[in-house]
C-alpha cells in the first residue's frame, strides 16, 4: 500500500536560519507531489507542484524553493528563514493530475 | 489551476442534525473531490464526484454537483461531534488544470 511520510513534525527555527522539509512516498511510482502551506485558520496554498524528477513548478513568489532529486522524493527548502514563513506545511501525493489525494500529516513550522 | 469557495466558512449545529456546505468555481472541470481536515491534522479524501455524475453517496455523505451552475454541496447527515473539522473542495481538471488546490475551507463544529 502507499503510504507517505512528512517530518519532522514540529520544528522551531530562529530568523535567517536555513530549512529543509523532507517528503516521501512509498508504493507508488511518478506521483504527483505536492507542497502547501496553511496560515492558522486559513486555507491552503499551494506552493509548489511537480510531475516529474526536477520537474517544479513555484506557485507563488516566495522565500523557498522545492527539489525533487528522487522520483518519490520532495523536498521544501530556504536559505533563510522570514517570520512569515511560520506555518502548517503539508507534503500530498496524487496518482494522476485531477485524482484523489494523499496528504502527510504535516510540519508545523515556527520561525523566531 | 482553480480553487474552490467554500462556503459557508463557519458552520455550528447539534449533534443528529445535518450539516450542508456548498463550494463553487469558475471554469470547467474533470471532477470534484472533497477533504476533511482535523485541527493541525493533514487532509483526508472523502468523496470525488466526476463531471458527469449528479449525485454520490458514502456512508453519512452525499455530495451533488451541478455543472451547469458550477457548483457542489456536501451533506453530512445525522452528525457526530467527531464530525468536527474543516472541510474543502478542490475542483480537478478541465479548463482549471490539474493541479489540486483548494479554498479557505468551511470549519464545521458539531456541538453535544
Known amino acids: 500500500s502507499q503510504t507517505i511520510h512528512q517530518w519532522p513534525a514540529t520544528l522551531v527555527q530562529p530568523v535567517g536560519s536555513p530549512l529543509s522539509l523532507e517528503c516521501t512516498v512509498e508504493?507508488?511510482?511518478?506521483?504527483?507531489l505536492y507542497w502547501y502551506r496553511q496560515a492558522a485558520g486559513r486555507g491552503l496554498q499551494l506552493l509548489f507542484y511537480?510531475?516529474?524528477?526536477?520537474?517544479i513548478s513555484s506557485e507563488v513568489p516566495q522565500n523557498l524553493s522545492a527539489s525533487r532529486p528522487q522520483d518519490r522524493q520532495f523536498i521544501l527548502s530556504s536559505k533563510k528563514l522570514l517570520l512569515s514563513d511560520s506555518g502548517f506545511y503539508l507534503c500530498a501525493w496524487s496518482g494522476t493530475a485531477g485524482s484523489r489525494a494523499f496528504f502527510g500529516q504535516g510540519t508545523r513550522l515556527t520561525v523566531v | 489551476s482553480q480553487q474552490g469557495e467554500e462556503d459557508p466558512q463557519a458552520l455550528s449545529i447539534q449533534e443528529g442534525e445535518n450539516a450542508t456546505m456548498n463550494c463553487s468555481y469558475k471554469?470547467?472541470?474533470?471532477?470534484l473531490q472533497w477533504y476533511r481536515q482535523n485541527s493541525g491534522r493533514g487532509l483526508v479524501h472523502l468523496i470525488l464526484?466526476?463531471?458527469?455524475?449528479r449525485e454520490k453517496h458514502s456512508g453519512r455523505l452525499r455530495v451533488t454537483l451541478d455543472t451547469s451552475k458550477k457548483s457542489s454541496s456536501l451533506l453530512i447527515t445525522a452528525s457526530r461531534a467527531a464530525d468536527t473539522a474543516s472541510y474543502f473542495c478542490a475542483p480537478g481538471g478541465g479548463g482549471g488544470g490539474n493541479k489540486l488546490t483548494f479554498g479557505t475551507g468551511t470549519q464545521l463544529k458539531v456541538e453535544l
Open positions: 508504493g507508488t511510482s511518478n506521483p504527483n
Open positions: 471554469t470547467s472541470i474533470n471532477n
Open positions: 511537480s510531475v516529474g524528477i526536477g520537474q
Open positions: 464526484i466526476r463531471s458527469n455524475e
